[in-house]
C-alpha cells in the first residue's frame, strides 16, 4: 500500500496520559498535515509540515500538542496530560508541493477515545 | 478568514433522482475549491476539484463567485453514491491547507 498510513487506528487512554501518533506520508510528497475530527464536524487543520519544518499551527493546537517531522519523512502528534475534549480523529495528509493542484491525500486516521 | 458552509447536514434521495450538495464559501480572495467523499469505513478521498472541470463518477461542480457557492450535482444517483461529502476550500496562499465544511451525509434508496 503505498498511501498514507496511520499508527495506531484507535487509541483508548486514561484523563492525564499521553498519547503519541505516528503518520507515514506518501513518500515522494514533502508536505505533510495534521487534522482533527470531532463527531458531526468536518476535520479542522491542526499543522502542517513542508519536509521537516514546522510552518503553521492553528489556534487550536494547545501547548499540550506536540508535532515533529524529523528527516522530512514520518510524522508524530504528541498529546501530553490528555483530557477528555481531546477525544476525536487524528487524521493525517499529504501532499507534493508544486503540484498542479492542491491535493491532499489522507490516512486512515487515529481514533483517540480519552476516559 | 476562510469559512465553508454545508447547509445540510443529512439529504435522502431515491435511486435514479437528481442530487446536489449544497456548499457555500466566504474568503476574499481567488479560491481553490474541492469535494471530498468518504465512504464506509473507507478514508477520505478527493471526489473533485473546480479548477480542472471534471465529471468524477457522474458528479459536477461549478464554481459561482458571485454566489460563492460550488455544489455538487448529479442527475441520477445511485446507491453506491451514499457517502458523507464534505466540501473544502484551499488558497494559493496557505500552502494547500484546507477548510472544510461539517460534511453532508447522502443516502440514495433503492
Known amino acids: 500500500d503505498t498511501g498514507v498510513s496511520q499508527d495506531p487506528r484507535h487509541k483508548i487512554t486514561k484523563r492525564g496520559q499521553n498519547v503519541t501518533f505516528r503518520c507515514d506520508p506518501i513518500s515522494e510528497h514533502n508536505r505533510l498535515y495534521w487534522y482533527r475530527q470531532t463527531l458531526g464536524q468536518g476535520p479542522e487543520f491542526l499543522t502542517y509540515?513542508?519536509?521537516?519544518?514546522?510552518?503553521?499551527k492553528s489556534r487550536l493546537l494547545s501547548d499540550r500538542f506536540s508535532a515533529e517531522r524529523p528527516k522530512g519523512s514520518f510524522s508524530t502528534l504528541e498529546i501530553q496530560r490528555t483530557e477528555q475534549g481531546d477525544s476525536a480523529m487524528y487524521l493525517c495528509?499529504?501532499?507534493?508541493?508544486?503540484?498542479?493542484?492542491?491535493?491532499?491525500?489522507f490516512g486512515p486516521g487515529t481514533r483517540l477515545t480519552v476516559l | 478568514a476562510q469559512r465553508v458552509t454545508q447547509p445540510e447536514k443529512l439529504l435522502s434521495v431515491f435511486k435514479g433522482a437528481p442530487v446536489e450538495l449544497k456548499c457555500n464559501y466566504s474568503y476574499s480572495g481567488s479560491p481553490e475549491l474541492f469535494w471530498y467523499v468518504q465512504y464506509s469505513r473507507q478514508r477520505l478521498q478527493l471526489l473533485l476539484r473546480?479548477?480542472s472541470r471534471e465529471s468524477i463518477k457522474g458528479f459536477t461542480a461549478d464554481l459561482n463567485k458571485g454566489e460563492t457557492s460550488f455544489h455538487l450535482k448529479k442527475p441520477f444517483a445511485q446507491e453506491e453514491d451514499s457517502a458523507m461529502y464534505y466540501c473544502?476550500?484551499?488558497?494559493?496562499?496557505?500552502?494547500?491547507?484546507?477548510?472544510f465544511g461539517d460534511g453532508t451525509t447522502l443516502t440514495v434508496k433503492p
Open positions: 473546480h479548477i
Open positions: 473544502a476550500l484551499s488558497t494559493v496562499t496557505n500552502a494547500g491547507k484546507s477548510t
Open positions: 495528509a499529504s501532499s507534493l508541493e508544486n503540484a498542479v493542484y492542491n491535493e491532499q491525500f
Open positions: 509540515f513542508q519536509n521537516e519544518a514546522q510552518l503553521e
